[in-house]
């Protein structure tokens, strides 16, 4: 019988791949050669400059097929000299794992893929295994997941099930699943008027009073009370500025921008044909031209409480203790790409390190993450 894959140790060797957006960095290349020798049929996707991985044990078009998606890219360190660990050697000190990828997702991926190999190794089920990692998680994510999934459709290649192994548990191990994300979408805008000299306000025509005006309605607007399975819609100002440094000149343009997370009240056309009345309105108040660009990062969605809810907590809570809660809170994953293409869950370690200085994870941590995946694995073809 072969040895178990070590998800530690794999750890340890994707975090000294310094693949940082968009850089491969040979953590694909690590992965590919550990899951090849392991029988998966293995395929770079590689798209507009980005490294992605598909690998297959199993047939294709197989009647079940349970995928795991995750990315090996990070994001990048920072100061260098404010790390007490380097960013790159995954050393481990009192248990604990330092490195850039070390929470945020290199642990994610080295235990899916570990517990992926022993899986059909041990036991070869009726059905596919497919594992998705991408590097475009962190960057634009625009060649990425959707690489591998644009990809799939054409080959006819399908998952009938999905796990995300970003982190998802806040404090503790086990106790979050996220059955949904929240939307996202931001909104620039650019307030034209007339420049002119402060001490005569008239002869001007000032886009500030136009600004503050948008940025205070949209704001103050409460977009919904929440729903069932969603917190309330959040709508953030992140910025003005007019670039003017002096006292005696009123600018001609002034620009703004919000970010909007929002639940399934909404979609993002929803909200863009709301936040195109209220600029048209303040600009036809203040006599101003108000121009505005969006990005939709994602919608929001959710996969309802149910069969593959289930059997993720159920395996949690077997090598947990822990029963966890079904959330959608958090920011935006790739999950929102997959959940086009089949039934979708996210669940990962905790994540209080992630992108931060000496980012870190108990190697406890990651050995437990192996033998939830594990233990799904084998209920799931059970």
Known sequence: MSTPVDPVDLTAR???????TPEEGGALVLLEELLTDAGFTCTRVDRGGIANLYAR???????????????TDVVPIGDAAAWTHPPFAAEIVDGVMYGRGATDMKSGVAAFAAAAVDFVRQTPPDGAVILAITGDEEGDAVDGTTALLDWMDEQGERMTHCLVG????????????KIGRRGSMSAWFTVTGVQGHSAYPHRARNPLPAMSRLMDRLASHELDK???????????????????????????????????????????ASLTEWLEAEAAKVA?????TIDMRLKISGESFLTPPGELSDLVSRAVA?????????????????ARFVKSHCPVVEFGLVGK???????????QQITQLKAIYSRILTDYFA
Do not use: Y
């Open 226 to 268: 929440g729903t069932e399975h969603f917190d309330p819609s959040t709508l953030a100002v992140v910025t003005i500025d007019t670039g003017n440094i002096v006292t005696n000149v009123i600018p001609a343009r002034c620009t703004g921008t919000v970010n909007i997370r929002f639940n399934d009240s909404h979609s993002g």
């Open 166 to 177: 970003e982190p998802t548990c806040p404090n503790t191990m086990g106790e979050m699943i």
């Open 353 to 363: 390190t992630m992108h931060q200085v000496d980012e870190c994870v108990p190697t």
């Open 318 to 334: 077997a090598e947990t203790g822990v029963t966890p809660e079904l959330s959608t809170t958090g920011g935006t994953s790739d």
């Open 284 to 288: 036809e108040e203040f006599g101003v």
């Open 57 to 71: 044990w199993g047939a294709r078009g197989a009647n079940k097929s349970f995928g795991f998606n995750g990315h």
């Open 14 to 20: 994707l975090i000294r791949c310094a693949s940082v």
